[in-house]
């Protein structure tokens, strides 16, 4: 199957997967990986019958264990994301969509204000909702918006609720059954938690495992605040250190890691560098922001054993 993510995802390693699998240690039976984002890793690393996975952002973990369970309760969650992408219109007509990405000054804005309309509108709804739960229509509404959101850049604010704007796109639901696919016959391990409870619950398969890593990039994100579910610090040194201290336990246990940074991040590499494999992929750049008005290129690095 050709390389797929579940949904475009701001820090999404679909791109950089060749170089991951070329450096995977297939003599593991399983993969652990907590920090989830998008899940285009777990997806597409079909040589690892089982996985451990999770993240503290409940949505795709819940997508994933939705996709993975009992096929009544799957087509029920397809089939009603369906319908809500029915109702809730949120792309123009090709013949206008086209006229929009075009920048066609003549568009009126009325034009496509229906379509801004059912963006904003389902996206206060969905809001409300999350706060008491995240059940499957929570889940399969969170796709609903991120792949309908500008850029597909999932955003949510201090106070928690999602905050990005109206893209002029759609979620592609084919993605779900492709998933489901992708996942059968594996055994899959889900958490909504943080990267410690993940890696503490899979210590025993840490000698068969092969442990993959792509935390937060300390640095650029830590002044950032995040008001999801209480969540009001973004990384920090001591996430730093802590992950650094996992890399040289699951290191001394037999396992493989590999760890996915930013060479211009100094802070996670020097508390590994001095032990383990530091290689730069110069041919693989992002542009990232820095304060309001400035970017800078940033070039990918891995860290492994």
Request: with cysteine.
């Amino acid at each position: 199957m050709k390389a797929f993510q579940l949904l475009n995802y701001p820090g999404s390693k679909l791109r950089l997967l060749p170089e991951i699998q070329q450096r995977i240690d297939r003599s593991k039976k399983a993969l652990i990986e907590p920090f989830l984002g998008g899940a285009s890793v777990m997806l597409n690393l079909s040589s690892f019958h089982e996985q451990w996975c999770g993240d503290i952002i409940p949505y795709v973990v819940r997508a994933l264990q939705i996709i993975t369970g009992e096929e009544p309760a799957f087509e029920r969650a397809k089939d009603w994301l369906i319908r809500l992408q029915q109702e809730r219109v949120i792309v123009p007509p090709p013949d206008i969509l086209r006229r929009l990405r075009k920048g066609d000054s003549s568009l009126e804005p009325s034009v496509i204000a229906p379509y801004k309309k059912a963006y904003y509108d389902y996206r206060s709804t969905w809001n409300e909702e999350r706060h008491d739960n995240c059940n499957d229509t929570v889940a399969m509404g969170f796709l609903f918006l991120a792949g309908g959101c500008v850029n597909n850049l999932v955003r949510f604010g201090r106070t928690g609720d999602f905050n990005q704007g109206w893209g002029a796109r759609s979620f592609n639901v084919e993605n779900l059954d492709k998933a489901r696919s992708a996942l059968k016959g594996r055994r899959v391990h889900l958490y909504v938690s943080s990267f410690e409870q993940v890696l503490t619950d899979s210590y025993h398969v840490w000698p068969d495992a092969f442990v993959y890593l792509d935390p937060p990039y300390g640095g650029r994100t830590e002044a950032a605040t995040n008001g999801l579910y209480g969540l009001n610090t973004a990384w920090t040194a001591e996430h730093d250190a802590r992950l650094a201290d996992f890399c040289h336990r699951i290191h001394d246990r037999g396992g493989k890691f590999l760890l996915s940074n930013l060479r211009e991040n100094e802070r996670l590499i020097k508390a590994l560098q001095d032990k383990f494999i530091v290689e730069e992929l110069p041919h693989i750049k992002y542009k990232a922001s820095v304060g309001r008005h400035e970017a800078r290129k940033q070039t990918e690095v891995f860290v492994r054993n």
